[in-house]
């Protein structure tokens, strides 16, 4: 079946930094989706994109659907010690019978302060 | 505005017990979907209902999984007789159709930690 590749597994950054991840496919997609997780919480959704292309920013989050279909990255600017969780990626297959998305993997980020 | 309501929180348990999870969706939302979190296996999708009818139940891992959808504002997944390999966080999820013609943005529950000694 189709998998996503997310990169990277974690990171440990300083307060302050940028941070990029990705998330690469050998299929197309019809949707790219961006959560977080807390510790002990549920994803949430930060970020949805529709588009080949689009280019959608939530605060210090932007996200990019990549023009192939393949590929979507999340940078985060400024990283503030609550940024602290885990980052999927999540994508939607072309003919997803309503809603069906895959998960990648996940990107642990913790922020020094 | 409540989200996706799970109950238990947390539910620690025997092998062979019956256990039973259960979730409220938002309301309104058409879609609802069932998923196990392991360190290992990530994030797994178990099985999904559309309009309170089961869509696509091949991620249940075996018979021993069940899970039913009696009204638009309740569902549940069963397991029995529940093993260790069970212990997970199960989550469950729903969504809408949004402006954009799409039902793929889904909105997760807290989840149920299953612990299964």
């Excluded at chain 1, 990277?8 to 950054?13: A, L, T």
């Excluded at chain 2, 929180?9 to 017990?17: A, K, L, P, S, Y």
């Excluded at chain 2, 360190?39 to 999984?65: K, Q, T």
């Excluded at chain 2, 793929?104 to 529950?109: A, D, I, L």
Aim: glycine residues 10%; proline residues 7%; negative net charge.
């Amino acid at each position: 079946g189709q998998q996503l590749n997310q990169s990277p597994q974690s990171m440990f950054i300083q307060e302050g930094e940028d941070v990029s991840m990705n998330c690469t496919s050998s299929s197309i997609f019809n949707t790219w989706l961006w959560y977080k997780q807390d510790p002990g919480e549920g994803p949430v959704l930060l970020i949805a994109l529709y588009k080949a292309g689009e280019l959608t920013s939530n605060g210090r989050l932007t996200a990019q659907f990549g023009i192939t279909r393949k590929d979507s990255f999340l940078n985060i600017s400024a990283s503030i010690p609550s940024d602290v969780g885990i980052y999927f990626c999540a994508g939607a297959p072309p003919y997803n019978q309503g809603g069906k998305l895959i998960f990648g993997q996940g990107t642990e980020l913790s922020v020094k302060p | 505005d409540a989200g996706v309501i799970q109950s238990p929180r947390h539910e620690v348990t025997e092998m062979g017990q019956e256990v039973t999870l259960r979730c409220k969706p938002i309301s309104g939302h058409d879609y609802l979907f069932w998923y196990r979190q392991t360190m290992m296996r990530g994030l797994e999708l178990l099985i999904y209902f559309n309009n309170n009818v089961p869509i696509d139940d091949s991620g249940m891992p075996e018979d021993r999984f069940s899970a039913k959808m009696p009204n638009a504002s309740f569902s549940t997944l069963k397991i029995q007789p529940s093993e260790p390999r069970d212990s997970a966080v199960y989550f469950c999820a729903s969504s809408f159709l949004t402006f954009r013609g799409s039902y793929n943005e889904q909105f997760f529950g807290p989840g149920t930690r299953l612990t299964v000694l």
